[in-house]
């Protein structure tokens, strides 16, 4: 079962699959979002980390994850690190 390590505002013992699709979606935006603005390294992997688990499963359920998705991204929103 895959769970959300380190990922801000959300358990991390929640498993992506229990996560609905608009979340998801949100967290992967804010994720990326975060990846871009970060000023150190760590902050840069950690959510980049975060991004591909949320693409990886967006994917799954067959959907399509944009790459312009950073543009409706909140730095340090939920579900980034």
Known sequence: MKTIPFAAGVGCDVPLKDINTEDLFQFYANAKATFHHALGHNKGHKNE???????????RRHFVVHKSAAESGVFNGKGSY
């Open 49 to 59: 980390v975060l991004m591909k688990l949320y693409a990886d499963e967006l994917t």
